[in-house]
């Protein structure tokens, strides 16, 4: 079992203040509201981990960074 660093609610607001800091806008691209960023991004890391049997806590090599498509968490 994973260990989360919070509930759902924090984690968003950390993936929020994330964005903010390397982006200085509120959302990404195509985003209307933090709800759908935050299951996008979610979504989008799981995806991403099960197409290339990432396991958590193991940074991305290069080679799997330049496989990416789109922002993930």
Known sequence: ????LG???YEQQLIDQ???QLTGQRRLAGFDNNQDQYSALMN??????RAYGLRRGIALTPA???QLTSDIV
């Open 44 to 49: 989008a890391g799981a995806t991403f981990a």
């Open 18 to 20: 994330q964005v903010i």
């Open 7 to 9: 509930d759902g609610f």
């Open 64 to 66: 799997q960074m330049a």
């Open 1 to 4: 079992m994973h260990k989360r």
